[in-house]
Structures are given as C-alpha cells and as structure tokens.
C-alpha cells in the first residue's frame, strides 16, 4: 500500500461502526500513500493530500490483499474495497461492523479524542519501568484494569496483559499504584512487567510468521484448571471477571 496510488474506491454500505467521512471515496481517488503507521490498534496511513486515513479493525475488521480481477462472489462483510496503482485491492471486511475509517486533517489527528490521549507503544524507546511506574503511581485500580487503559500503554489487549501478568508473577488483582513508590519510581515490580510485556508481544510477533498449534499459544489464556506452567509452581490457573473482561491467572505464584 505504500507508494501506492488509489485508483478506485468502492463503498458497499454508508457506514460502519460510524458513518463514513463526506465525500470519502473521492478524497481518496487519486492520492499516493506516503507512509504506513499503527498508533495503538488504530491504523495510519499518511496521504499526499496531506489528510490521513484512519482505519480501526473493531471486533471482527480484517482487510484481504489480493492481486487481479475483484472476485465474483466477493461476501456480503466486504464492505470497502481499494483498488491501488500497484495492482492490488485491498478489501475490509468485518462481519460485526464495530471497525471504521476517517480521514482527518494534521490538527484534526492531534486533536483526535482517543489518538491525542495514547500512551506509549510497549514496543518503543519511550516505553520501561520508569514510564509504567509513573503511569500507575496513585491508581486505586486493579493492575490489570490499568493496563488496559490505553492512556497507561498503548495497544495492549485482554490476551497479552493477562500473559504479561503471568510472566512476571503479578497478580491482576492487586492495586496498580503497588508498582511504583509514593513519588512514582518504579519498584521492582514494575521491572518486571515492563520487561514480560514486551516479552510476550515480541514472542506474538515472532509466531505470527511461523505455523503453531492454538494449544502452544498461550501461558494461561483459555487454560483454566490447567497446571501454571512456571516449572516451580504446583498451581492451577483460574479466571475471574474484571471489569466485565475474562482474566486467567494463576493465585499460587502471581502476587
């Protein structure tokens, strides 16, 4: 997609999750993609109109790259489809509808409700103890419900925070704030689940390019009554409820 050139947009519905941007198909009709970025689960493709497209996948959003004729029995969930300079068509598809797409002007991006508001990227320089400790310092929320908040770290879902938890024997239920000092240093703690978050996103990262069986995924994720599978701990991994998303931890060696 990048350095490519929008030839053909094709809309199958008004909106999405939200309406679609006034005029959206012909804005784009013509512009070159400059560059690709992700800013947490949102995203960015910078235009040579100087607007960018913003793109959420929702619940449910993927988009199929393919190259050739547009197939005849495209589904009834392909609900925006570009057609680039390059050859390729880009389809999204999402079967719930929650994804959505904008196009925004530079003040608009860094004024964006949700964007301006982010965090840093767990994978990024900007992103250590000292980041987390502060983030958390003073939060009577639960330490998973604090990362979660894409104000604390950017990007995080329930899977991998969960995993992340696990990694560094940190209870999801204890308070966020018992990470940092009262002035906002780090404590050991934090140490250590700033270093397993970006373990595990960087083992996801890793698999994604590899086959492997759902089974060998996951540390604790959909593992419940399943031994912990740090090799000194003889627990069982429970799940409880937070904040209305499913937790899966194990009470023997997360403190």
């Given at each position: 997609?990048?350095?490519?050139?929008?030839?053909?947009?094709?809309?199958?519905?008004?909106?999405?999750?939200?309406?679609?941007?006034?005029?959206?198909?012909?804005?784009?009709?013509?512009?070159?993609?400059?560059?690709?970025?992700?800013?947490?689960?949102?995203?960015?493709?910078i235009l040579?109109?100087?607007?960018?497209?913003?793109?959420?996948?929702?619940?449910?959003?993927?988009?199929?790259?393919?190259?050739?004729?547009?197939?005849?029995?495209?589904?009834?969930?392909?609900?925006?489809?570009?057609?680039?300079?390059?050859?390729?068509?880009?389809?999204?598809?999402?079967?719930?509808?929650?994804?959505?797409?904008?196009?925004?002007?530079?003040?608009?991006?860094?004024?964006?409700?949700?964007?301006?508001?982010?965090?840093?990227?767990?994978?990024?320089?900007?992103?250590?103890?000292?980041?987390?400790?502060?983030?958390?310092r003073g939060?009577?929320?639960?330490?998973?419900?604090?990362?979660?908040?894409?104000?604390v770290v950017?990007?995080?879902?329930?899977?991998?925070?969960?995993?992340?938890?696990?990694?560094?024997?940190?209870?999801?239920?204890?308070?966020?704030?018992?990470?940092?000092?009262?002035?906002?240093?780090?404590?050991?703690?934090?140490?250590?689940?700033?270093?397993?978050?970006?373990?595990?996103?960087?083992?996801?990262?890793?698999?994604?390019?590899?086959?492997?069986?759902?089974?060998?995924?996951?540390?604790?994720?959909?593992?419940?009554?399943?031994?912990?599978?740090?090799?000194?701990?003889?627990?069982?991994?429970?799940?409880?409820?937070?904040?209305?998303?499913?937790?899966?931890?194990?009470?023997?060696?997360?403190?």
């Amino acid at each position: 997609m990048e350095s490519a050139r929008f030839v053909r947009v094709l809309l199958r519905r008004p909106d999405l999750r939200t309406p679609f941007p006034v005029r959206f198909d012909r804005r784009l009709r013509g512009r070159t993609v400059l560059r690709l970025e992700r800013r947490a689960k949102y995203l960015l493709a910078i235009l040579s109109s100087d607007e960018t497209l913003v793109m959420h996948l929702g619940m449910s959003g993927s988009f199929r790259v393919e190259r050739g004729r547009e197939r005849i029995d495209d589904g009834r969930h392909d609900h925006v489809v570009f057609h680039m300079s390059s050859g390729f068509r880009i389809t999204f598809t999402d079967p719930r509808r929650f994804g959505f797409m904008d196009l925004l002007t530079p003040r608009e991006l860094a004024e964006h409700p949700a964007l301006s508001r982010l965090g840093p990227e767990p994978l990024s320089a900007a992103f250590d103890a000292a980041a987390l400790a502060r983030a958390c310092r003073g939060k009577k929320t639960s330490l998973k419900a604090a990362l979660l908040d894409q104000r604390v770290v950017a990007g995080l879902g329930n899977i991998y925070v969960s995993e992340a938890l696990h990694v560094a024997r940190l209870s999801p239920l204890r308070l966020a704030s018992t990470i940092a000092t009262a002035s906002g240093a780090p404590r050991p703690a934090a140490v250590r689940l700033a270093a397993a978050i970006r373990q595990v996103l960087e083992q996801a990262i890793a698999r994604s390019a590899k086959a492997y069986r759902r089974g060998d995924r996951f540390r604790v994720y959909e593992r419940t009554g399943e031994r912990c599978r740090h090799a000194d701990c003889r627990g069982t991994i429970a799940q409880c409820v937070q904040s209305g998303r499913t937790t899966f931890y194990c009470p023997a060696c997360q403190r």
